[in-house]
């Protein structure tokens, strides 16, 4: 079982509606979550983090949290095409707040 | 700051040589990371250094790989001899760990091919 999953995708979605990407971890003691945006040819950026279970919200993206079921997730509103990229799931682990696994990411397609 | 700093962006090169490739950290931030990314494997952490001491080396794949931290403001990782299946992009990330809140900023990465 990899540590953090998250499925490849693509997922498409047309313009204006929300996209929901998923990730789940193994870690059970992990305690940060963060969500990262890549674009093609790009390094990767942060959007947002989450470490309380409910949901975060920070303009058009929400990230939610369920440490109960190992869940993170992020909800991105009145998609736009610019959304088009792979979110990547991180998670730190137990005990060492600076290391963080990464999911293989999501690539999400926003249509016209 | 200008943020993470590499080079070369692009390194092609054949089987067998060495390769180094370069990061300068964002200046203040106490963690710098290396990772690999490729299409199957995603991205992997090889590497992290903790004020210029290795912390967690698990991640390098051989004995082919090593990096170090002179000093704050520079990192190399260096494979020696290079294969193939090194090509790959090498992202070097640097970091301020609060609390709980570990952002990482990344650097352009390198482009490693191995002919």
């Known amino acids: 079982q990899k540590e953090v999953e998250q499925n490849s995708g693509p997922l498409s979605v047309p313009e204006g509606a929300i996209a929901s990407l998923n990730c789940t971890y193994s870690?059970?003691?992990?305690?940060?979550f963060f969500w990262y945006r890549q674009y093609s040819g790009k390094s990767p950026e942060l959007i947002m983090f989450?470490?309380?279970?409910g949901d975060k919200e920070d303009g058009r993206f929400t990230a939610q949290l369920n440490k109960a079921s190992q869940y993170v997730s992020l909800l991105i509103r009145d998609s736009q095409p610019s959304d088009s990229a792979t979110y990547l799931c991180a998670v730190n682990h137990t005990g060492t707040a600076s290391k963080l696994t990464f999911g293989t990411g999501t690539r999400l397609q926003v249509t016209l | 700051d200008a943020g993470v700093i590499q080079s070369p962006r692009h390194e092609v090169t054949e089987m067998g040589q060495e390769v180094t490739l370069r990061c300068k950290p964002i200046?203040?931030?106490?963690?710098l990371f290396w990772y690999r990314q490729t299409m199957m494997r995603g991205l992997e952490l090889l590497i992290y250094f903790n004020n210029n001491v290795p912390i967690d080396d698990s991640g390098m794949p051989e004995d082919r790989f090593s990096a170090k931290m002179p000093n704050a403001s520079f990192s190399t990782l260096k494979i020696q001899p290079s294969e193939p299946r090194d090509s790959a992009v090498y992202f070097c990330?640097?970091?301020?760990?609060?609390?709980?809140?570990?952002?990482?900023?990344f650097g352009q990465g390198t482009r490693l091919t191995v002919v």
């Open positions: 989450i470490y309380s279970n």
């Open positions: 990330a640097s970091s301020f760990v609060g609390v709980l809140n570990t952002e990482a900023f």
């Open positions: 870690d059970r003691g992990s305690q940060s």
């Open positions: 200046s203040g931030h106490d963690y």
